[in-house]
Every structure is written in C-alpha cells, then in structure tokens.
C-alpha cells in the first residue's frame, strides 16, 4: 500500500521569503501522480500544483514549484515571495492510476506567514 | 470551472439521528469520494464510487453508507449519527486523469 508522510506539522516563513514544505512517499508503482493542495481557513480544498511521474521536469505554478526527485521518492514545495495569503494547511497527496482516482494524503503542514 | 456543491456548510444534530450529506458535482465525473477531515489525522476516505449505483468501502466506513442514485450526486448517510461522527466532511470529485476537486466541506456537529 502506498503511503504519504510529511514531516513538518507547521512551518513559518517571512513575508517575501521562500520556504520548502517537504514531502515523501512510498511505493512500488512506476507511473502515478503527486499534488499538493492548499487549505486555507475556508477549508476549502484548492489544487497548487501537480506532478505526473513519468515527467522529469518539475512543475511551475507561477511563485509555487515542485522538487520531484523519483527515486529518492520525495516531492517537495517551494512558495517563493511567500504572501500572507499563502498561510494554510498544505498538503501533499499521491494518486495511483490503478485505484480510480483514490488519493492517499498526507497528515498535513500548517503553514504560518509573519508580516 | 469544475463546480463540487455540499448542500450544507455547517449542520448540528442529535445522537441517533439520521443525517444526510448531500454533494453534486457539474462535470460528469466518474468517481466521486466522501472524507473526513479531523485535526492531526488528515484526511480519511470514508467511501467512494466509481459509476452509478456503484460504491467502495474507503478506509473508514463503520457508521455510514452512501448512495449514487444518479452520476452527478454522491450522498453520505450516517444512520444513526453519534458524537464520534463529529468532524469536517469534504466530499470530491475526479476526472479519468488529475487530482481531485472539493466541494467547501461540511462541518457536523452531533450533540
């Protein structure tokens, strides 16, 4: 079975800064999809960024961006010019093309940005 | 824009109670997936379905069971609701390939 961890419960980050939330999982399947969400205060579920893992270029959203590396199984996310409007629950999520469309999530990283 | 509708955004309820969540998404999806969100447990799938009439047991489903009576609409019945069954319920849908899409979550409060 697959299985997510991030071992960060919380971060903080200064406005305008960069900061990395990261994220492993594991198993055994070669082709798949990893994404990270965003949960802001709403608790409304917002997509960031997506992964297939057959890419070996990382994915760009704009100040968000990915650091995949296969076969060490880790998918990192790094905001850049952190705004205050970037503080949430992020969380990272694996999808098995196998399960019908089932995501596997992580436990989640509360994300603080200070003014 | 994909559209996933909870018809409720916060509900209180008595134990023992029959409570329905209900969802709708607008894009014709396939699958579709009822979770629970609980402070430093994440999120847990509780069920899901893949077509009409058709449902999968997720990884907590002791004390509720679902219904898809038609491909746009998912619905999570907790029989007799307890005071366990309180929490965050979000419930998603997802195209052939790609991530999931929310809807803004059900907060219930059983009593």
């Known amino acids: 079975a697959q299985t997510v961890t991030q071992s960060q419960p919380e971060m903080s980050v200064q406005e305008a800064e960069t900061v990395t939330l990261s994220c492993t999982y594991d198993t055994s399947e070669s082709d798949y999809y990893l994404f990270w969400y965003k949960q802001p205060p709403s608790r409304q579920m917002i997509l960031v960024i997506r992964q297939e893992a057959y890419k070996q270029q990382n994915a760009t959203e704009n100040r968000f961006s990915v650091n995949f590396q296969k076969a060490a199984k880790s998918f990192s996310l790094k905001i850049s010019d952190s705004q205050l409007g970037d503080a949430a629950m992020y969380f990272c999520a694996y999808r098995s093309p196998l399960q019908g469309g089932k995501l596997i999530f992580g436990q989640g990283t509360e994300l603080s940005v200070k003014p | 824009d994909v559209k996933v509708t909870q018809s409720s955004r916060y509900l209180v309820k008595r134990t023992g109670e029959k409570v329905f969540l209900e969802c709708v998404q607008d894009m014709d999806h396939e699958n579709m997936f009822w979770y629970r969100q609980d402070p430093g447990l994440g999120l847990r799938l509780i069920y899901f379905?893949?077509?009409?009439?058709?449902?999968e047991k997720g990884d907590i489903p002791e004390g509720y069971s679902v219904s898809r009576e038609k491909k746009e609409r998912f619905s999570l019945i907790l029989e007799s609701a307890s005071t366990n069954q309180t929490s965050m319920y979000l419930c998603?849908?997802?195209?052939?390939?790609?991530?999931?899409?929310f809807g803004a979550g059900t907060r219930l409060s059983v009593l």
């Open positions: 379905s893949y077509d009409v009439k058709m449902k």
């Open positions: 998603a849908s997802t195209p052939p390939r790609g991530g999931q899409y």
